[in-house]
């Protein structure tokens, strides 16, 4: 999902979320703004990825099948570890 919206505005991102995050400047959560990409981890690894929209709210695909959908940062990460990516020179 984050390498298709990426697409749309003409910045080309790795598929897998731990490739995006690895080739993203790495930012805290803090900094975070519209348009930066929010990553979860488990075991030391990046397992899911999400378009962050502001005031702590993401846009992703959390369930196979079931679509994409607003959710709350802190829905994931109470449960894995959330980083930050930036792509996008704000």
Do not use: W
Not at 15 to 27: G, L, V
Not at 32 to 61: P, R, T, W
């Amino acid at each position: 999902m984050t390498q298709c919206i990426m697409s749309q505005i003409g910045i080309s991102i790795a598929k897998t979320a731990s490739d995006q995050y690895a080739n993203s400047r790495h930012i805290s959560a803090g900094q975070a703004q519209k348009g930066d990409l929010v990553y979860f981890c488990e075991g030391g690894s990046v397992i899911h990825a999400g378009l962050y929209i502001g005031n702590g709210l993401m846009i992703d695909a959390q369930v196979a099948g079931v679509g994409i959908g607003v959710h709350r940062v802190s829905q994931l990460s109470s449960y894995y570890p959330a980083v930050y990516g930036r792509y996008l020179n704000l």
